[in-house]
């Protein structure tokens, strides 16, 4: 899919909308904050984190920044209400939080975000899930990404777009043996099948901008990798 980015930009800019992120410190997050910061499409970007994030650049001088407490999040539902888009890039691993630690950061937070964002009149929802996302799935990882698809789902928001990207390719500060690997063998192959096992996570974060710009055909729209891939490249013209 290729489209005009530079024409959607300057038409979505005079809709005078604002976002929110969740996960800004993440990986996706970051690089989401930088493209949503340098494009200057929104009105108004907040930050709802569990951290206040430090952000030196003169650029980022206009962002909110509401710092939650995310086991008591129905505290903080001031911090989610007057914002038209949210982006959700929250996540972590069963490695570094422990079955129960991951369940709750990528389902309960999820979904309790989500809740709140719709109740202060969010109407377009942005989350980041992962490739072969399935509620009835035997693997712990994909059945709660398609759990919370589905939850969210039946939230009822205007637009919902899933974004189900391969494996990520990306440097992180933290180290992670298995994306090491996947960036030591299926970073090559990308170059030749772009689409078929990984991703570098630059064009999921452009992806998610690029598409919320778009019109969309029906409530429910879930992208997988290839199209996420489409989009993330399309140039600006």
């Not at 899919?1 to 410190?25: P, T």
């Not at 888009?85 to 309960?108: M, N, Q, S, W, Y």
């Not at 170059?191 to 991703?199: G, H, N």
């Amino acid at each position: 899919m290729s489209v005009d980015m530079s024409a959607l930009e300057a038409s979505f800019r005079q809709k005078n909308q604002s976002c929110f992120i969740l996960g800004a410190s993440g990986e996706t997050g970051k690089i989401l904050l930088q493209e949503l910061v340098q494009r200057n499409i929104f009105s108004k970007i907040t930050l709802i984190g569990r951290r206040q994030l430090i952000l030196e650049d003169k650029i980022y001088e206009s962002l909110v920044q509401e710092v939650v407490d995310f086991e008591k999040l129905e505290d903080y539902a001031a911090a989610f209400q007057g914002h038209d888009v949210g982006f959700c890039c929250l996540g972590t691993t069963k490695a570094k939080a422990g079955t129960e630690g991951f369940i709750r950061v990528d389902h309960d937070y999820v979904l309790k975000a989500a809740e709140l964002a719709k109740a202060g009149g969010c109407s377009d929802f942005h989350l980041e899930s992962s490739k072969g996302a399935d509620k009835t799935s035997g693997l712990l990882y994909l059945r709660v990404k398609g759990e919370v698809e589905a939850d969210v789902e039946r939230l009822g928001f205007q637009r919902l777009s899933v974004y189900r990207p391969a494996v990520l390719l990306v440097d992180r500060q933290e180290s992670r043996p298995a994306e090491w690997l996947a960036r030591k063998f299926l970073g090559p192959m990308s170059s030749v099948f772009p689409t078929a096992m990984s991703i570098p996570i630059q064009v999921v974060a452009r992806a998610m901008l690029a598409n919320a710009l778009l019109q969309p055909q029906q409530a429910l729209e879930i992208l997988e990798n290839k199209a996420i891939y489409e989009l993330g490249n399309s140039p600006k013209k």
